[in-house]
């Protein structure tokens, strides 16, 4: 098998499961939409330690594969937000953190609209 | 050679198992978690050749699960690879701590892969000819294994202890930064020759893993890596604010390896005596081979023995 074929085969079976990806990025955009909406509507001023988490735990995953499916800014996006919150240690204030997880919604609806 | 690779991601899973399987890795099991990974291994008839585990699941993390595979004889030496995002950078230390061999980082670039597990792939080779060699008769019948003078010695019993390869592997994963504050250290065992000759290669087996001991009693826990090189000498890696004077270091060794007087007077096994090296730093203009360090604190420790012999 030639090496252009073997490239093909390979981005036959990246793109299959692209599908599969962009459902959990908009499982994963909308539970992010959440835990700022909740945010919006109490008075705290730090991220609670659960929803550093849970955003560190999305962040995490589209880090991983977002690049592989021709998302790079979209995998640039979702370190940035995983490094944030992994360094946090229950005082980061939500303006300092809130900037960062925009952007990454942006770029995961950015994502979606694409292949919408 | 089969590979089991662990991740809680599915798609990540995915993916990683279409560029392995287009890289002809095909026989390939899958775990979503820390457990299920170990009830595979427990139920696994033929074993596993290489593991490729995810650093950040939820439960039991890539770390935990790493320790736990290199607390099963059968995969004391089995090569493991972390998977990690560049956010992982800071667990990759207690991953090597763990028993780690190597690391891959995510996202997953076919090259790489394909460059670390064709070294992975020679490792588990070796790892086959040298078991098939142990099966066959003329091995000493004690059945306890048996070691060339300049044989690498497997020191899984040793807290701390990774082999080379690994060692080489950690300090390509240190940034320029994390680079500049490590050292490494050579130690050597100035009569190992004699030992190995007198003794044989099963007693100085042994011999080197109570050095390596004493070694791993000297060095502060959470910062010790040590390395078996062949030939009696070892390397340490310990960040370069603590390695002090290395004669201290030597002086403090040879006080732990007399406790060793007693049983090796017993035997008739001549106690080893030790030297150490000068402390290797990376500079800033072999950045981009920090592995050097390990070759030139392998080369000092020879270099002050071979100034000691003419001196005297």
Redesign the interface.
Same mark, same amino acid.
């Given at each position: 098998m030639s090496a252009s074929m073997k490239g093909d085969r390979l981005r036959e079976g990246l793109q299959a499961l692209r599908d599969g990806f962009l459902e959990r990025v908009t499982t994963r955009c909308l539970a992010i939409e959440g835990i700022l909406a909740e945010l919006d509507n109490s008075d705290e001023g730090v991220v609670a330690e659960a929803d550093r988490e849970a955003i560190q735990q999305h962040a995490h995953k589209t880090a991983g594969v977002a690049a592989t499916f021709g998302f790079s800014v979209l995998g640039e996006k979702a370190l940035a937000v995983e490094q944030l919150m992994a360094r946090a240690d229950g005082t980061l204030p939500w303006s300092v953190a809130r900037p960062d997880i925009e952007a990454l919604l942006d770029e995961m609806e950015d994502a979606l609209d694409e292949f919408s | 050679m089969k590979i089991l690779a662990v991740d809680d @991601?599915? @798609?990540?899973m995915?993916?990683f198992k279409?560029?392995l399987?287009?890289l002809g890795h095909t026989d390939l099991a899958t775990a979503s978690s820390g457990q299920e990974a170990l009830d595979l291994i427990s139920q696994s008839v033929s074993g596993f050749d290489c593991f490729i585990l995810d650093v950040?699941m939820?439960g039991m993390d890539g770390i935990e699960l790493c320790r736990q595979i290199r607390g099963i004889e059968a995969y004391k030496d089995t090569p493991i690879m972390m998977n990690t995002?560049?956010?992982d950078r @800071?667990y990759i230390d207690a991953a090597f701590a763990a028993g780690a061999t190597d690391y891959l980082t995510?996202?997953?670039d076919?090259m790489e892969v394909k460059a670390r597990l064709g070294v992975i792939e020679k490792l588990v080779t070796e790892r086959l000819r040298s078991q098939i060699a142990l099966s066959h008769p003329g091995i000493e019948a004690y059945g306890g294994a048996s070691y060339g003078f300049l044989d690498g010695i497997p020191l899984k019993r040793v807290e701390g202890a990774v082999d080379l390869f690994s060692m080489g592997n950690y300090l390509k994963t240190l940034g320029l930064f994390r680079a500049l504050t490590v050292s490494a250290i050579g130690i050597r065992v100035v009569n190992a020759r004699s030992i190995h000759d007198l003794e044989g290669g099963h007693v100085f087996g042994e011999v080197m893993i109570d050095v390596a001991t004493c070694i791993s009693d000297c060095l502060k826990p959470s910062h010790r890596m040590i390395a078996y090189a062949g030939g009696g000498i070892f390397v340490c890696l310990m960040p370069r604010a603590e390695i002090g004077d290395p004669e201290a270091l030597a002086d403090r060794l040879r006080e732990y390896i007399l406790e060793f007087e007693e049983v090796y007077g017993e035997l008739g096994i001549q106690l080893p005596t030790i030297s150490v090296g000068v402390p290797i730093t990376v500079r800033a203009a072999q950045i981009n081979s920090p592995t050097r360090i390990v070759d030139e604190a392998i080369a000092a420790v020879k270099a002050r023995d071979v100034y000691a012999a003419t001196m005297a």
């Open positions: - | @991601d599915p @798609d990540f995915a993916v279409t560029v399987e287009d950040q939820p995002a560049v956010a @800071d995510k996202p997953v076919e």
